[in-house]
C-alpha cells in the first residue's frame, strides 16, 4: 500500500501563486507516473498536469505558461507550482500515482485525499 499526502492548498488572491506537494509514502516499488487531477463544485474531474520518471510532462492547456509540474525521485513527491491563479483554477486538487512492481509486472494506482485550492478577491 502506498499512502498520498497532499498540502500546499489555500485561498489566494487572482494573479497569486501556491504551490502544491504530494508526498509518497509505504510500501511502494516504484513510482511511475505522477498526476495532478482537479474538481471543481459540480464539475467531473479533469486532468491538470502529469509527469513520468524520466521528467517528461503534459500539461492541461487550460494552465499551461502557468502552472509547472515537477518531482523528486528520492523523495517519491510531486510538486504543483501555480503561478498568476484564476477565480476558474478554484477546486480540489487530487494527486494520483501508479506504482510499478516490475518483478510481477503489475501496477497498482492511488489517489491523494486532496487539498483545496480557492482563488477569490
Not at 502506498?2 to 510500501?27: H, I, T, Y
Request: one cysteine or more.
Amino acid at each position: 500500500q502506498v499512502q498520498l499526502v497532499e498540502s500546499g492548498g489555500g485561498l489566494v488572491q487572482p494573479g497569486g501563486s501556491l504551490r502544491l506537494s504530494c508526498a509518497a509514502s509505504g510500501n511502494i516499488f516504484g513510482i511511475s507516473v505522477m498526476t495532478w487531477y482537479r474538481q471543481a463544485p459540480g464539475k467531473q474531474r479533469e486532468l491538470v498536469a502529469s509527469i513520468d520518471r524520466s521528467g517528461t510532462t503534459n500539461v492541461a492547456n487550460s494552465v499551461k505558461g502557468r502552472f509547472t509540474i515537477s518531482r523528486d525521485n528520492r523523495r517519491n513527491t510531486m510538486y504543483l507550482q501555480m503561478n498568476s491563479l484564476k477565480p476558474e483554477d478554484t477546486a480540489v486538487y487530487y494527486c494520483h500515482v501508479v506504482d510499478e512492481d516490475k518483478f510481477t509486472q503489475t501496477n497498482a494506482d492511488y489517489w491523494g485525499p486532496g487539498t483545496q485550492v480557492a482563488v477569490s478577491p
